[in-house]
């Protein structure tokens, strides 16, 4: 979620959240030249948050897309603070916390609300839905579009609506092929090999979970299961097993694949 002034690209901006996707949106505001003031509610987490932004620009440096020199000052741009109160002088806040929902009405409460929602990961992914709410004004709809185009996103716009576009149209397909690998239609592999390449999409709806998050597909799931009343978005029992098994994919090592331990 997003709040704004009059200004169309921000001098200050707010993040709340140092997770990955707060960290991502950090610091590809700073590489276009924007202030940020990262929260969250403890320093550990502002600390690996921190972390993540330093490799990411490391990254991008030694191939080329962007230079040692503006790493830097893209890393300076950016300061850390535990407490909300910090983020009082900012221009523009984006929330961008876990898939809670105690805890995002807290913070919805303190922000004028126009959705943001960015994909995963923020400095690769292209697009960008704007989710406009009933009291959100022209003035702050507008000053996030223009935001959003300056950062060098797409924007899609939704109506306020349970998943919104993205989720609302894939979540349900890699909830489905979980019910397809938990009725043994096929095996993992397949299920993503038959996607893969009978759709031509750059990666299987199983192994995309892994990489999004066992745990926040069944979050999504769960939100568009109790917002629309339906039961075709009931989260796939398999699903809630792995979640509850603590297999939550790729950032565990397991999922419904495995991976190599993180070093």
């Excluded at 292209?126 to 959003?148: C, K, P, W, Y």
Aim: proline share 3%; net charge neutral.
């Amino acid at each position: 979620m997003a709040s704004s002034s009059a200004l169309k690209v921000p001098r200050l901006l707010g993040v709340v959240g140092a997770g990955q996707m707060g960290a991502g949106i950090a610091q590809i505001a700073a590489a276009k030249g924007v202030r940020v003031i990262m929260a969250d509610v403890s320093q550990e987490s502002l600390d690996r948050g921190s972390a993540t932004i330093h490799r990411s620009l490391a990254r991008q440096a030694q191939k080329g897309l962007t230079t040692q020199e503006e790493a830097a000052l893209a890393t300076e741009r950016i300061r850390t603070d535990v407490s909300l109160n910090a983020l009082a002088k900012a221009d523009f806040v984006i929330e961008a916390v876990s898939e809670n929902e105690k805890v995002k009405q807290s913070i919805f409460q303190q922000l004028s609300q126009v959705g943001m929602h960015f994909m995963n990961p923020v400095p690769v992914m292209t697009l960008v839905e704007l989710i406009r709410g009933m009291q959100t004004s022209d003035e702050v709809h507008q000053a996030a579009n223009s935001f959003a185009q300056h950062l060098g996103k797409t924007v899609c716009n939704s109506n306020d609506r349970p998943g919104f576009i993205v989720n609302r149209v894939l979540m349900p397909m890699i909830n489905e092929a979980f019910y397809t690998l938990m009725e043994g239609v096929g095996t993992a592999q397949d299920i993503d090999n038959g996607m893969k390449l009978g759709t031509n999409q750059p990666m299987g709806p199983l192994q995309l979970a892994d990489f999004i998050g066992l745990d926040t597909c069944l979050a999504i799931m769960r939100v568009l299961h109790a917002g629309l009343g339906d039961s075709k978005y009931r989260p796939c029992p398999l699903l809630v097993q792995y979640v509850d098994a603590g297999w939550m994919g790729k950032k565990t090592d397991k999922g419904v694949y495995t991976y190599a331990k993180q070093l």
